[in-house]
């Protein structure tokens, strides 16, 4: 049975991937399963048929015959689990390598999140440049973490798995600043993973949504 995800029908961000149903096009194209989607306005993310499958009515939603996931990060797992390619065999391997899912959205993902959004939408507040520096100290924190873990290393545990693929993606988040210029080892990170052959298709199908939607 070929999966069901759902996307925006106009992405906010212009087709630059970072909406969170890009993270999951990347593992269906990493594993080789063909999928369908389902394009939604916003205003039909919030009606009840969509909110029967997503309760804060937003995307990414998986469905698999009657099986339903939301949440990027539990549809990821899903996917890594059932299909091979994006985690190890043995057990301890795969549990570091589901970890770093957590660790992408809980603790990289919320302070990064934050200080992209404060840059976009809080730039002619009276208050936005004291709160710009303490929401970049705290990134940095993070980010300096990172780069201390990753060291030399191409992947954060061995081989490319969910794990970097969620990670990529929270990271790819900070295209709009220079951030990331201060950590070299971080943004080689990054390129690795827009240079995966399955993130350029995931990345290509969702620019295609885009720029119909931006013409029609």
């Known amino acids: 049975m070929i999966p069901l995800i759902t996307a925006f029908a106009?992405?906010?961000?212009?087709?630059?991937?970072l909406a969170r149903d890009a993270r999951v096009r990347w593992a269906l194209e990493e594993v080789g399963q063909p999928y369908d989607v389902r394009f939604l306005?916003?205003?039909?993310?919030?009606?009840?048929?969509?909110?029967?499958?997503?309760?804060?009515?937003q995307i990414p939603t998986y469905e698999e015959g009657d099986f339903v996931l939301f949440e990027s990060g539990a549809i990821l797992l899903h996917l890594a689990e059932h299909h091979a390619g994006l985690l190890p065999d043995e057990a301890n391997a795969r549990m570091r390598c589901i970890g770093w899912i957590f660790a992408a959205l809980n603790t990289v993902e919320p302070p990064l999140v934050e200080y992209t959004m404060a840059r976009l939408f809080e730039r002619d507040k009276p208050w936005y440049e004291a709160r710009n520096v303490m929401l970049e100290d705290r990134l940095r924190v993070r980010l300096r973490q990172l780069s201390e873990r990753l060291g030399d290393a191409q992947w954060l545990e061995g081989e490319f798995s969910v794990g970097d693929l969620m990670m990529v993606s929270v990271l790819l988040r900070l295209r709009s600043s220079c951030i990331l210029n201060d950590y070299p080892n971080l943004a080689g990170y990054v390129a690795r993973g827009e240079a995966r052959p399955a993130y350029q298709r995931a990345f290509e199908a969702q620019l295609a949504v885009f720029l119909a939607a931006s013409k029609g």
Do not use: C, V
């Open 41 to 57: 306005s916003f205003q039909a993310m919030k009606e009840p048929a969509h909110m029967a499958l997503h309760p804060f009515g």
């Open 10 to 17: 106009l992405s906010p961000d212009q087709g630059k991937g």
